[in-house]
């Protein structure tokens, strides 16, 4: 009797499921895809009902071979790639290349599982099904949709802009909501008011602080310095007296188990990992990490997942843990059960531990440090989601007093003292910006009855101005796009490096800005295409993707509906976009050299002011406004302020490839540049982590070559937070890979064990062998046609298209 083949994405995942399967079965990983739409064409025939032509991806066809041959000698096959469009459509290509057109030789089976443990592997075997052709539509169509996207809409970006740039169906989405919320904040007119406080005393303490909210029962608003010191002098020699207290007991309710964009934010929040760093991160712990002598073992479910269901089994665990561990006064009476939201897939799990019996301390010793940080995170944030809520007494204290204008003035504080802790003795969820229960918090109120004379101690205004709309961080960029139903969380982690790694957007103290490329390629791209990359219109592309899958409509029908508008817009835009490669906007400013007019152009490090008498004169100027606000500003405000210190001559401000400086108007008969002045340090940010080393807390700094982490007792304790890649290290197999600079402020990848191991590479390294010749790694390359995957190895050609972002 022959044995069976079992076929996963990646070798971390064959090896943890071969341990559970045992001897009658042969684990092989496929490395992720095995086809996809070749590079060099459309690859899609929109005559023909948009069939897409796939090819095996370069560097593939030895492994097919490979798997080919194990197939034949195989009993059954089992296609076990992970629970989602993607690993159905794995599966779909799979099973095309091993039974072959006509089909015939072994069986071949479609397991799925969430969790790679024992338990949940035998149950999957024991219950084979067939590829979800659904499924396969569905990731089949929004594949050729990105395509048709992409494909068409880029070549436009090259021929009116700049050749290189990428134009993606839900990354121009991203960018426009980063884009707008710029616009908003720059638009963003502040308003003053003020606020005024008075300190009372009671007969015990603590003293009593409260807030003027109302004249004579009406809401008072103080917008400037003279009406809040006209206020004060009213209430000079006022009585102040109880007028209310309001006591009531509020509950906080747990918050459910992760999903996978509930998982990025908090990390995100808590831990400041990046999108892409906690999808690596969870990845690794849900394939499999070694856990010494119990081999490698799957300790998270699987990851991407809309879903807040929990299995029976893993909710009769958490409720013993929970009694054993912190009392029976913390299990509710039954499971907690959590609304999903609309659309979500409960056929997966929500985001937990495969065994929440293994608690973060059994497995430090065997987690890299972030390893472990995210999955005491899930871990968390699971068995609080299965305990009692938390307790709060709520008292609100409303003081009055009379003014000397016959008024009466209301005075009120509210204050929240913690009356049992519940879930928080486990958890507490992260928020972007403070609120009123934080406030809350921190108000200590003494105890007082109605009608009871307050001291008076003092009374005081303070100054306000309203602020405009956060920029956005990853995790409220990732909560913004899923409210909005744009895209999935699966895809957020490479749109989000995409956007930086294509200069649209930069991040700046941990919140994305966008840069001037990124506003004029969405100008470009909304003047003929607003629809396409709408938020609204993206969701509703997203539904489609979900009736596709459902079974409720055909692929071919939702490409054809959108290809019908779309081609219209295609139209337009060869003819009515804006060409900015080309343009010569002109200004009220004259040419300091020949007197000629000076007009607006576009280069490659963006816009710029330069002398219409070009070639004849080359006078340019830096432009200090971007290109899309040019219309709004006064130009003639440039004026150089500084001079040259060698001819006397006024400096302008150039852009070159390592920034903005002066230099010289007098070029090229004076070629003196200067430095911009240094900007102000940015204040340091503490993060919610203790430095391993002394226990101080560790902040986010900013050198000279970006953000980096360190630890807050600086210069007494030098800890600097090593920046790790999630790869371990090819040479020594023992260190970390981490990102560092080189002098000249050069990326570069090494071993965190140097001078023990010499291990460097220019180019990111990838936890990929070489399908071709058996490489240890793989590395990452961004050439100017795009981002690829290649060997390192000087004799091994093997390289292909690293996975697109949509």
Known sequence: MGKSLVVVESPAKAKTIGKYLGKDFVVKASLGHIKDLPKKDLAVDVEHDFRPHYEIIEGKKKLITELKQAAKGADSIYLAA??????????????????????????????MFNEITANAIRKAFDHPAQVDLHLVDAQQARRVLDRLVGYKISPLLWDKLRRGLSAGRVQTVALRLIVEREREIRAFQKREYWTIDAHLGAKKPPQLVARLVKRNEENLEIGDEAAAQSVISHLDGAVYSVRSVVTKEKRRNPVPPFITSTLQQEAARKLRFSVKRTMMLAQRLYEGVELGEEGSVGLITYMRTDSTRVAGEALTEVRELIVGRYG?????????????????????????????????ESLASYLAEDELKLYRLIWMRFVASQMTPAVFDQTTIEAEAGGQDGATYLFRTTGTLPKFDGFLAVYQEGKDQPDEEDEELKHKLPAVREGEALKFRSIGSEQHFTEPPPRFTEA????????????????????????????????????????????????????????????????????????IEEGRIHWRDAMAEFYKKFEKDLTRAETEMTDVKRMEKPTDLTCDKCGKPMVIKWGRHGSFIACTGYPECTNTRELT????????????????????????????????????????????????????????????????????????????????????????????????????????????????????????GKTFYGCNRYPECDFVAWNKPLAEKCPQCGGAYMVEKWLKAGPIVQCPNAECKFKRELAPAT
């Open 82 to 111: 992970d629970p989602d469009r993607e690993g159905e459509a794995i599966c779909y290509h799979l099973q095309e290349e091993l039974q072959g057109k006509k089909g015939g030789g072994p069986s071949v089976y479609r397991v």
């Open 328 to 360: 029976a006064g913390y299990l509710p009476e039954s499971p907690n059960f959590y609304r999903g939201k609309k659309g979500a897939q409960d056929a997966h799990e929500a985001v937990r531990p495969s065994s929440v019996m293994r608690t973060p």
């Open 476 to 547: 409220s960029l990732v909560k913004e796009l899923e409210a909005d139903g744009v895209g999935r969380p699966s895809t957020y982690a490479s749109i989000l490096s995409t956007l930086q790694e294509r200069e649209y957007a930069k991040k700046e103290g941990g919140r994305f800005t966008p840069t001037e490329l990124g506003m004029v390629v969405v100008d470009l791209l909304l003047e003929c295409f607003e629809d396409i990359f709408d938020v609204t219109y993206t969701a509703r592309m997203e539904e489609a993707l979900d009736e």
């Open 625 to 744: 406004v971007d290109l899309p606000d040019v219309d709004k500003a006064d130009l003639t405000e440039q004026g150089a302020e500084e001079y040259c210190d060698n001819c006397g001559r006024p400096m302008v401000l150039k852009k070159g490839r390592f920034g903005t400086f002066y230099a010289c108007s007098g070029y090229p008969d004076c070629k003196t540049t200067k430095q911009i002045g240094k900007a102000e340090r940015k204040p340091d940010v503490p993060i919610d982590e203790k430095c391993p080393q002394c226990g101080s807390q560790m902040v986010v700094k900013s050198g000279r070559f970006g953000e980096f982490t360190a630890c807050g007792n600086y210069p007494a304790c030098k800890y600097v937070k090593q920046n790790t890649i999630g790869v371990t290290c090819p040479s020594c197999n023992q260190g970390d890979i981490i990102q560092r600079r080189s002098r000249r």
